[in-house]
């Protein structure tokens, strides 16, 4: 018997490792598929533009012939008047007379394209030219909009986790470290343990969890050791209720362990799993609650990384332009001033891109709630200043 | 003529003839905040110095999340606004629930011709696209995408009224604030 079941515990695990993986891969997954069929969409209308002379180009080679035809003997006057029309000549320049579509929409290019579309970040160093490029641009960024979000959502769940497990391994470190100070200090080994401990068991607490009321942000936002002991207590009141509750949730899920005796209950659970873990995502992202300076760090790490090694390949930028660059990519703002002489293997980027772009997405959620939290405690400053003064007239 | 060619290519512009929203002044300076803590980013202007990039890093990395929430608050009071005028007219007059539907449809549809349907027109107008590059337009700065083919004021032979930037900024606030409320309610809706 106990040889039969551990071939068989180990399928069952491969069976729960490829349905935990499944819904994930399916996203990036349909994501990779649109951004192909829209390269494929994309070439195909504007690779095949017919590059008729149009009227401008025709006009402004005619003014270049004319500016060469007048020009008189002298050699000074010539510099003069020449630089004069050129430069107002040369104001009506359009980059597409210039342009060989070919080159510029094969299937490489309007993968770039298409991936400048639906991250929203639109350089504009290529852009549609022909009506139907143009509308369908516009539906392809309809639909290909949303589905990234939902791409950066759910990556964003796996890494708000793998983010609040490192915090939480910081703070745990942090906490042996304070209490082996601690003991050291006052010599008092049994006190300092279940200190630690209860600190431990309250700071692995701090990073994931319910969504606080505003007291609750606002109180855990002071140092620990500052607040008063009213305060303190109450807060370890209330560490101690979400303990509890951690443990009937634990409890709960071994009641359900028991079922998976039954192969087919077992089959129907993990449908059942994976189509509930589609209502789930997005619900990791709203928990996390790390401090903002920690996420700029991580991002201007993560952006001089990639600000090293591109100009291994772009020779002409340094540094700084290739960490601008990457900022203004990973933000979807996109200027497209800096132009990149090998957008292929930025595309190879891809998988960093994305989650640079998670990475800069969570930051600015977490900006966002502190600004909130900022705004609320200003208005309470003002709205009690307001109040205090009635106070003072006398009945 | 070659080298001219290849100078454009390489992205060097022509600093020439521009309207105020093609030099660093004010307006254009405040153009070129609103391209960036929006994350349109058009490309028109962009810092070149080494000071005016830092400075544009962290002015991002401030403003975003600001406009985040200015989008956010925007949306909710639109939708409270939806919701007030759909309670009212059922206590008027005395409807089903199914009217508060009908009501939701409503705002959608005006608000849909307000912000998409209705700017192309005000654009054909004052910058001589024809409506379908001003519907083009629309969309792309709705949706944050900004390549920057198409830009309002940039033609030096047109002369621009005084409200029209104003105008066009609060356009492009209110209706990405819509766009971002329709992509949440579609979001709720497929799960």
Known sequence: MALTSQPLQGKKRCKKIFWAVFPHACFILSLVIYAFLGALMFSHIEGNRKVNSSEGYRNFLQGLWSISKNLSDNMTENEEVFKEKIYNLLGTFEQEWFVDPKKIWNFFGS??????????????????????????????????????????????????TVLSKCYNEFRKLQSKILASKLCSVFMCKKESETKSRRSLLMK??????????????????????????QYRNAE???????????????????????????????????????????????????????????????????????????????????????????????????????????????????????????????????????????????????????????????? | LQDIIQAYKSGITLQGNSTSLGRWDFSGSFFFSISTITTIGYGNLSPSTAAGRVFCIFFALFGIPLNLVLLNSIGQLMLSGVQ?????????????????????????LTCLLLFLLLPPVLFSAKEGWSYEEGFYYSFITLTTIGFGDYVIGMNPDRTYPGWYKNVVSLWILFGMAWLALVIKFCINLLE
């Open chain 1, 111 to 160: 993968l770039f394209f298409c991936c400048t579309v639906f991250t929203t970040v639109g350089y504009g160093n290529t852009y549609p030219i022909t009506r139907t490029g143009k509308y369908l641009c516009m539906l392809y960024a309809l639909f290909g909009i949303p589905l990234m979000f939902l791409v950066l959502t759910d990556m964003g769940d796996i890494l708000a």
């Open chain 1, 204 to 229: 692995s607490k701090v990073v994931i969890n319910e969504p606080w009321s505003i007291v609750e942000v606002l109180k855990s936002q002071s140092a620990f050791k500052r607040k008063p002991i």
């Open chain 1, 236 to 395: 370890i009141f209330e560490m101690l209720i979400a303990k509890e509750k951690e443990y009937t949730k634990l409890s709960r899920t071994k009641s359900i362990e028991r079922w998976s005796s039954c192969p087919e209950l077992e089959r129907g659970k993990t449908m059942m799993s994976v189509i509930e873990n589609f209502d789930k995502i997005g619900k990791e992202l709203e928990k996390l609650d790390v401090p903002i300076l920690l996420m700029i760090l991580v991002i201007f790490v993560y952006i001089s990384c990639a600000a090293a090694i591109l100009p291994k390949w772009e020779t002409n930028l340094d540094f700084q332009e290739a960490f601008y660059f990457c900022f203004i990519t990973l933000t979807t703002i996109g200027f497209g001033d800096t132009q990149l002489q090998h957008p292929r293997f930025f595309l190879f980027l891809s998988l960093y891109i994305i989650i640079g772009m998670e990475i800069v997405f969570i930051a600015f959620k977490l900006g966002q709630d502190r600004l909130i939290v900022f705004y609320k405690k200003v208005i309470s400053f003002c709205g009690e200043k307001k109040i205090a003064p009635k106070k003072i007239y006398p009945k």
């Open chain 2, 84 to 108: 007030h005028c759909a309670h009212h007219l059922e206590e008027k007059f005395h409807w089903q629930k199914k009217a508060s539907l009908l009501i939701k449809i409503c705002a959608l």
